[in-house]
């Protein structure tokens, strides 16, 4: 089991930038994809961004592509989501998650698109951005 930290999340004005760190705990760290999910006041909750166990592979939601970067440090056993050019629907509470082993074996998008390959999760972070 993985046990993680979200921080970094704030209020910020529309265009600017925040960067969430993940910090987690464990030995295994490294051998977990690690995935970025938000959830929005009423609506389903939503896949941000990923990366794989050794950082080769990253994917991104539609809302996150060209605008948010992924990134891990297995060193500090750290994952996390720098986020540029924010705006209003871009506020929600963000949470990190650990994948399953089997998320490993998989190179292909989808998979890590599922909040089911993930099994430890934090406890979130909330990002407000105001216009």
């Known amino acids: 089991q993985v046990q993680l930290v979200e921080s970094g999340g704030g209020l910020v004005q529309a265009g600017g930038s925040l960067r969430l760190s993940c910090a987690a705990s464990?030995?295994?760290?490294?051998?977990?994809?690690m995935g970025w999910f938000r959830q929005a006041p009423g609506k389903e909750q939503e896949f941000v961004a990923a990366?794989?166990?050794?950082?080769?592979?990253?994917y991104y939601g539609d809302s996150a592509k060209g605008r948010f970067t992924i990134s891990r440090d297995n060193a500090k056993n750290t994952v996390y989501l720098q986020m540029n050019s924010l705006n209003p629907e871009d506020t929600a509470v963000y949470y990190c998650?650990?994948?399953?082993?089997?998320?490993?074996?998989?190179?292909?998008?989808?998979?890590?698109?599922?909040?089911?390959?993930?099994?430890?999760w934090g406890q979130g972070t909330q990002v407000t951005v105001s216009s």
């Open positions: 990366i794989s166990w050794n950082g080769n592979n990253l």
């Open positions: 464990g030995r295994t760290f490294s051998s977990h994809a």
């Open positions: 998650a650990a994948g399953s082993t089997d998320l490993n074996e998989s190179g292909s998008y989808y998979p890590y698109t599922l909040r089911s390959k993930y099994v430890d």
